[in-house]
């Protein structure tokens, strides 16, 4: 009698310790967390003192467009307009927001960004930046010209953000140019803007030299033209 007494009280003893050892056991491996949409925590948070991929220099600011503003009430006695009761044209938004490059202009960089503009720009927007491209001569809407006094004035971060964002007809192209090359065709399109403006006078002897034997070459080639079709 003893001894089956003494079976119990070991076989009790054990079902108490591995009651007790199983009560301890954690269920995270089994019973993982679950959040709802939005909830706190349930978002990778960014680790403290990451950096972007890639120059953050290359990386303006979003540029403002602001809308000039209207002209003022012509003064008694002022002249009235032309046509009466006309409006006067519309006054056209100016972009506004960082200028400048984040890095000094060399030729290997206007290079660069000469070859990217003729494959990424050029069909639209022209070979002088003026928006005679090809698929505008076919009938496809004209880009505007570089050459506006809009454009002209518009700070380099706003050309950066059309480039990467797109704008009207015009898609992003943030897939076919690098933060880089963007910056290097904004470059070339300075120089376009230049170009068409530049005062021959300010030239080097030698840049003035060749701008000249340049222009007598196209007037040679344009009066031999003229004369085979005569």
Known sequence: MLKHRGRALILSLLVAGGAVAASGCRQDMHDNPRYEPYEAGSHREIPEGTVARGAIDTNPSAPKVVQAAASPTPAAGAAAPAVPGATPAPVSAVPVGEDGLPF???????????????????????????????????GIRRPPSYHDERLRKAPTS???????????????????LTPEDRWK?????????LSQRADGNQLKEGDRQKLEEAEHATEGHQTAGGHSNQ
């Open 104 to 138: 000094r202009i060399t030729k290997q960089i206007l290079d660069r960004g000469q070859n990217r503009y003729n494959i990424s720009c050029l069909p639209c927007h022209g070979a002088l930046g003026d928006g005679n491209g090809m698929i505008a001569l076919r």
């Open 158 to 176: 706003y050309f950066y953000d059309v480039i990467t964002n797109g704008f009207g007809a015009m898609s992003n192209y943030a897939d076919q």
């Open 185 to 193: 065709v904004i470059a070339y399109i300075r120089v376009l803007q």
